[in-house]
T-cell receptor
């Protein structure tokens, strides 16, 4: 089942912070985050595995709350280069050999000067 | 290190035709996944291949098929094309199959059906 991302779109000014959420109705084993700029391929940001860990990538970090089946992506002091569509991809806890990454519909982030 | 290469970049076909898309993964990567991306549905999983075997398949009709060769290169075939098949088709490769494997995407093949 496709995870739900919120918000669908967000507009920021350079230097502002943003949070993007990814929620699933199923128990999750992992959450992947990717960013896709217009006309380009999605680029891997980070993976969070079951265990509630938090990871960071430059000024972008994420958390994974397995009890709530939710992950949040935190963008702090946003830069113009952060603009793009952010996708979360989730793997159910029952994945195993039937690993299948299901992506949300994406959150369009626009950072203005 | 060369990235994931997809060919062709653009294709225009008419309804009823068939099409084959190609994907060359990053050297050393053995897993290849295919996705369909449309504005309304986002990224939808088509199938994954690992060591020439299909490991998983998404909810697409049998008109969508694929295969992987011994050098890990993969092809995707769509037969009897429909207008709704117009989309960006993305291929992603990873070292192996599993939860901790980041996927590296190619630039995609944009397929337009007239």
């Amino acid at each position: 089942q496709q995870p739900v991302q919120s918000p669908q779109a967000v507009i920021l000014r350079e230097g502002e912070d943003a949070v993007i959420n990814c929620s699933s109705s199923k128990a999750l084993y992992s959450v992947h985050w990717y960013r896709q700029k217009h006309g380009e391929a999605p680029v891997f940001l980070m993976i969070l595995l079951k265990g509630g860990e938090q990871k960071g990538h430059e000024k972008i970090s994420a958390s994974f709350n397995e009890k709530k089946q939710q992950s949040s992506l935190y963008l702090t002091a946003s830069q113009l280069s952060y603009s793009g569509t952010y996708f979360c991809g989730t793997e159910p806890a029952s994945g195993g050999s039937n690993y299948k990454l299901t992506f949300g519909k994406g959150t369009l982030l626009t950072v203005n000067p | 290190k060369a990235g994931v290469t997809q060919t062709p970049r653009y294709l225009i076909k008419t309804r009823g035709q068939q099409v084959t898309l190609s994907c060359s993964p990053i050297s050393g990567h053995r897993s290849v996944s295919w996705y369909q991306q449309t504005p309304g549905q986002g990224l939808q999983f088509l199938f994954e291949y690992f060591s020439e075997t299909q490991r998983n398949k998404g909810n697409f009709p049998g008109r969508f098929s694929g295969r992987q060769f011994s050098n890990s290169r993969s092809e995707m075939n769509v037969s009897t094309l429909e207008l709704g098949d117009s989309a960006l088709y993305l291929c992603a490769s990873s070292l192996g199959t599993g939860t901790n494997q980041p996927q590296h995407f190619g630039d995609g093949t944009r397929l337009s059906i007239l």
